[in-house]
């Protein structure tokens, strides 16, 4: 429906689809497939659409996806889901960071010290992290990100990365196609 009609998402969303959604995805209850459906939804409402991204923002989402996030700094998903999750609410992070006003929220929300923590980390969620910050600080909107991002040490955890070889990195998860690209 998302791609006949993109105008229901807005609406969807606005009623109420998105709220229930973040309800769902930040629930303390053990994973289940409907976590899993619920960041693919909330993935594919924020994919094109900016006015559903600021409204992401205004009910504190990005603080949700980065809370939800935080349990992947120090663990790999259990099982090839809980990885589909984790990349669907990465892909929803991307996809809010698109709009300035949620960088903002996203600096705020500490989200610069938790991608740099994922990347020091050497788990699965690193090169995912590492696209999330491609996103923060891209263009001149994310001079702040930049800036913060150079003040919580990030260099000295993103220059390593670009210079080990690609057969280095594929113990950590990257192919050398991603690592070239």
Not at 26 to 33: G, I, N, S
Not at 47 to 53: E, L, S, V
Not at 59 to 67: H, W
Not at 156 to 163: G, K, Q
Request: aromatic share 6%; proline share 3%.
């Amino acid at each position: 429906m998302a791609e006949f009609r993109p105008g229901l998402c807005t609406e969807a969303a606005q009623q109420g689809l998105m709220q229930w959604l973040l309800k769902r995805i930040k629930a303390k209850m053990p994973f289940d497939a409907n976590k899993l459906y619920c960041s693919e939804i909330l993935a594919i409402l924020l994919q094109n659409n900016d006015t559903t991204r600021e409204l992401l923002g205004e009910m504190d989402g990005i603080d949700v996806l980065l809370q939800q996030l935080s349990v992947f700094k120090r663990h790999n998903p259990n099982t090839a889901e809980e990885q589909e999750m984790m990349e669907n609410l990465f892909d929803a992070l991307c996809s809010c960071l698109m709009l300035s006003s949620n960088r903002d929220r996203f600096l705020k929300g500490e989200g610069l010290q938790l991608m740099n923590l994922m990347l020091r980390e050497k788990k699965m969620s690193r090169t995912s992290a590492l696209k999330v910050l491609d996103h923060a600080m891209i263009g001149p909107e994310g001079a702040d990100n930049c800036h913060k991002f150079v003040d919580v040490l990030g260099l000295r955890t993103i220059f390593p990365l670009f210079m080990k070889t690609p057969k280095k990195m594929k113990k950590t998860g990257s192919s050398e196609k991603e690592h070239e690209g």
